[in-house]
């Protein structure tokens, strides 16, 4: 009798063991009660919504559903609340400059809004305006689930033209999109701006006026502001100008004192002065956030891997 105690004993030890080596490795899944349960996919990598004491949840991923006798077990992978979706706004605001055709850019910055694609909870808002030589409102914001389609199609026919109107674009957006069509929006959003650019404002005219005539390529040295805004860049073998007057820095400071978030991600130019240029305007336009790097919400994305990574972070920071 004793013995088959004694066995017993060791058989239950040996499963306690083996239950928190379990809990170890793949921690503690909460059963909750299903109130109802639905297959459908919001999005290529969700794959169900569930219902539980009064919240709507999205899972991402099959290993985290286990329906077991009206229970719903959340595992280890990724779950998002749709409360994101009820406070999402983001407006992306994409150059689509000539450059940004350059050294595989445009696909990888495809494979990143893509990316973003397919997790935006269903009921979040979203826009897009495109900017090169004009600017131009491609989706108004609407509701994710209406315009999914259209967001997708212009990730697809995403074709950069034309010089880099920065200014005019950020512009557009405070004056057209976040006063006309945001504020008509019910309820408080999350607004966030993502803006994606590859290098710094240029335009013809500023190009005309301080780069000498007849074929724009030497610098016209009686100016001085085109001394300073003007530098040779070694990748394209010509000199090329910053044009201060599409210079986005104060707009941007006018956006974000309305509450809006700017997460500024750049495609960086090769040659150093550029780089240097670029990353501080594209620094001084984004948000600060003491757990960024840095402090802001400013990257540099130069390969697809990167850009996919940061759309990653961003989207985890619109729904936190």
């Known amino acids: ?62 290993t985290s559903l286990n329906s077991n006798n009206g229970q719903l077990q959340l595992g280890q992978p990724q779950i998002v609340q749709e ?15 000539a450059s940004m055709s350059d050294n595989n ?25 495109e900017f090169s030589t004009k600017v131009a409102q491609i989706i108004p914001p609407s509701t994710y689930n209406v315009v999914k389609s259209n967001f997708l199609n212009a990730i697809s026919s995403y074709n950069p033209n034309g010089d880099t109107s920065t200014a005019d674009a950020f512009t557009f957006i405070q004056n057209e999109v976040i006063a006309n069509e945001i504020s008509k929006i019910p309820g408080k959003r ?23 005539p007849p074929n ?28 201060p007057t599409q210079d ?6 006018t956006i974000k004192s309305e509450g809006i978030k700017i ?10 002065w550029f780089v240097t240029k670029q990353a501080g305007m594209m620094s001084a336009v984004a948000s600060s956030d003491s757990s960024a790097p840095n ?16 759309m990653s972070t961003i989207s985890d920071k619109i729904c936190n």
């Open 190 to 212: 999350k607004i966030s701006l993502i803006f994606i650019s590859d290098g710094i404002p240029e335009s013809q005219a500023y190009t005309e006026k301080c780069l000498l």
């Open 248 to 253: 986005p820095t104060n707009i941007a400071q």
């Open 295 to 310: 402090g802001i919400d400013y990257w540099q994305a130069p390969s697809s891997n990167d850009i996919t990574s940061i």
């Open 105 to 129: 850019k445009a696909s990888s910055l495809k494979a990143g809004l893509n990316s973003f694609a397919s997790v935006f909870p269903a009921n979040g808002i979203l826009g897009l305006t």
């Open 216 to 243: 724009y390529l030497n610098i016209n040295t009686n100016i001085p502001e085109c001394v300073a805004n003007c530098h040779y860049d070694s990748s394209l073998t010509q000199n090329r100008c910053f044009d």
């Open 1 to 62: 009798m004793f013995g088959n105690i004694g066995n017993s004993f060791v058989f239950f030890i040996v499963l306690l063991i083996i239950a928190g080596a379990v809990v170890l490795a793949s921690g503690i899944s909460p059963n909750l009660p299903i109130t109802s349960l639905s297959n459908q996919a919001l999005a290529p990598t969700l794959i169900a919504q569930a219902t539980t004491n009064g919240e709507l949840y999205t899972l991402k991923d099959k």
């Open 263 to 272: 997460y500024a991600i750049a495609y960086p130019d090769s040659n150093g």
């Open 83 to 97: 409360a994101c979706g009820q406070n999402a706004l983001v407006i992306f605001l994409l150059d689509t400059s």
